[in-house]
């Protein structure tokens, strides 16, 4: 699913799946493999590989508290991901509450496991 006011660079695929909010601007040579879902405003360059299930710019755990309980804060902020970085499966990157958070060029994330093998 691809929203409206969306910019794709050439040779993007696109897995199934995979969803795009409005307002997102991707790069050349990206590739977002089966349930990613990028958010609206994000801002992604080229040569970006996201794996199954990667999240970019759900809201982070935005709250403040009250005298009434939690109340949350608006998370108006965006991601940017520069050139050349790559996002392990099921990863997320939440939206800044103000601003962006970024992902400089060439970052490799992984999704959260060493890779030594389990007991």
Same mark, same amino acid.
């Given at each position: 699913m691809v929203g409206e006011r969306v910019e794709i660079g050439p040779r993007v695929t696109l897995h199934p799946h995979v969803t795009i909010y409005d307002d997102v601007r991707i790069g050349a040579d990206f590739v977002a493999h089966a349930g990613a879902v990028i958010r609206e405003d994000i801002r992604i360059g080229d040569r970006v590989i996201i794996? !199954?299930?990667v999240v970019l710019g759900a809201d982070g755990f935005g709250f403040a508290p009250s005298s009434e309980g939690a109340v949350k804060i608006p998370q108006t902020g965006t991601v940017t991901i520069e050139d050349d970085v790559e996002i392990g499966a099921n %990863? %997320?990157?939440?939206r800044a509450t103000l601003g962006s958070t970024t992902v400089r060029s060439g970052a490799k994330l992984d999704n959260l496991r060493d890779g030594? !093998?389990?007991l």
């Open positions: 794996h !199954p299930a %990863t %997320t990157i939440d030594r !093998p389990q």
